[in-house]
């Protein structure tokens, strides 16, 4: 008897658009659940994340009330895990914790069972994990049969599951096959049949085919749901099941636990599923790193080799992407203030609301990049940011500001060994980076849980090759898997693929040719003559005001500059510059500001300015332009209802341009809007003291309507 070890997964990150979730609930979730309550000798093991449970609860009742009896009739296995869906290991002791105990607590009330199996984020496997599953009260996981092999297991040797510790606190830990996950549901069940069938003079240890992976490919994936369901995929796969009940017998990995022993005992490494591995390296190993795999599939001894190639690991994506690791250190900082909080004595509903919505903050797809994850969705990363500032707000709730005194603090809070400087008003935070040319990074309008920063660096990444490729047409029965498609969304993203030498931030201080043009700086081809880009800035602060100072060079020369933020109120501030050195025509100093709203490039978002647009481009984010002698901008979000508007005492030239990024999804390459680049011109002519000044006022406020 060979048993099938069934598990599905089902997810969908915080902050995804009303309108994708339902589509994947009607093409995936809903039909996949109907067909197989019409097999109920089919028994497999389910998985919602607790943020998509909850839309079903809400939208969708019915999905709940079809489960519930299949539940109470052992047909179906609910499995928990972290209730939002975060990468547990990057967590502290107790939000991993409380994810996963407060999304039991959730499931017994829906299904009146307490989960006993944990789905594992990614597949996101550090060894300390079982200490913390062990204490939150479950007993097993699946990840992939790859996480074995990396321990030098061979896949006949993965036909069960094996026993793991940590300080004793043992769990069981079962291997999903990269082979299923490839055949279901994308090749022909005679395919299928073949490979069940040759399992059993394969596998040397164990009887088990144990299959875990997303539901979404059931439908939601391209091209699957006419595959899948019209053309009755699922339903001849639940029947082939079925006719072959006499050697082949369907599990939950619960029921195949409780009814076989383990096969033995390991202890994995740190890694997570192959394409992981390949997505977490800097751009240039990536494109090695696959390009080797390929390879390698080919050679006489492949197999062989291919068992010792590993990628990278998951935590490499804070490495990888300043983006991602500053959203890491700010949900750490919160969490610790929460921690201080409740480590103080409180404990009341504003604390356990701060909580909430930090769990939130540590749904995990925001956090890194492939060809799933959500770094480059906006609106992925602005629902981090909302969830991090409202769990920020509650904590600091008793906090006292006034007006015209800003709170100060500097502290390594990236954990890249400099010192950032915060400033904080009741309603902004104001993120500086001294050691990277005193850039502003982070600008959250506290009361809207904006982060008015939330841009994205133009990152060269390892797969822009493939827009060399295309997708041929050629005939292919089945499904094809994400992994084997390449298309684009729309043509010419070629001319997108440029790429940032600095992190998009604000205040960023240029000099340079007066020569040079709007398109030589999108496209990064113009000559900085100055080192103040990224070069490190002194700072003091007095008198209420963050000083920023570096005496630099400008072709050889020295040259000084030095830029005061002070607080205006409690939603503004100003930044006052001073610029000195040797006088030579020709020449700009440029101050750069990368922002964007919730809403990004779309019809609610749009410039205003006095004077209006007088260039007829467009007033859109999404608008490219260049104006004269500009004194004031706003940028307004219409739909979330925040304006933020920048006023200069004196007039500039304005090159103001959309930050696209060029990157690959499950639906092909596409173009994101990623923010809007705002740079003002000063010509280098200095006053009767030797220094050209300017000033910048920067108000957010929330739109009257």
Known sequence: MTYFVFCIHNHQPIGNFENVIEESYQKSYWPFLEALSRHPTIKLSLHNTGFLLDWMVRNHPEYIELLQPMVSAGQVEIMGGGYYEPVLSVLSEKDRYRQITSFSDRIEALFRVRPRGIWLAERVWEPTLPTTIKKAGLEYLVVDDYHFIKSGLKRQDLGGYYITEDQGDVIKIFPGSEALRYLIPFKTLD???????????????????????????????????????????????????????????????????????????????????????????????????????????????????????????????????????????????????????????????????????????????????????????PHLRTEVYKNLLTAENLAISDWEFKDDEPLFLDTDMDADNHKEVIMRTRDLNLFFSPRNGGHLFELDFKPKAVNLSNTLTRWYEGYHYKLEKRDTGESHIGAKSIHDIIKVKEEGLERYLKYDKVRRASFVDHIIGQNETIDNFYSNTYEELGDFQLGKYDWSIRDKALSLSRMGRVSGEEFFVNKEIRAVGSNAFKVDYVVKGPHKEGRYFGVELNLILPCCDGPACFYRSIPEMIDGSGIGLGSIGEMEDIKKLSLVDSHVGVVATIELDRGAKLWRFPVHTVSLSEGGFEKIYQGSCLTFLFPLEFDSEGSLKMSFKIRAESLVK
């Open 191 to 377: 395919h299928l049949e073949g490979h069940l069938k040759g399992l059993n003079h394969f596998l040397k240890k164990g009887n088990a085919a144990i299959y875990g992976d997303d539901g979404e490919k059931f439908g939601s994936w391209p091209e699957t749901y006419k595959w899948v369901f019209e053309e009755g995929w699922l339903e001849n796969f639940f029947r082939t099941l079925e006719h072959n009940s006499e050697w082949l017998k369907p599990a939950s990995l619960g029921d195949y636990m409780d009814n076989e022993e383990p096969i033995g005992q390991i202890y994995l490494p740190t890694t997570s599923y192959m394409e992981m591995g390949e997505w977490s390296l800097p751009a240039e190993a990536s494109r090695d790193y696959t390009q080797l795999i390929d390879e390698v599939k080919h050679w006489e001894q492949g197999d062989r080799i291919r068992r010792f190639l590993q990628g990278g690991i998951w935590r490499n994506f804070f490495a990888k992407y300043h983006e991602a690791n500053w959203m890491h250190k700010r949900m750490l900082h919160i969490s610790r203030l929460i921690q201080n909080q409740t480590d103080s004595g409180r404990n009341d509903d504003i604390i356990n609301n701060a909580e909430h919505a930090l769990h939130k903050a540590q749904c995990n797809d925001a956090y890194w990049h492939g060809v799933f994850g959500g770094l480059y969705l």
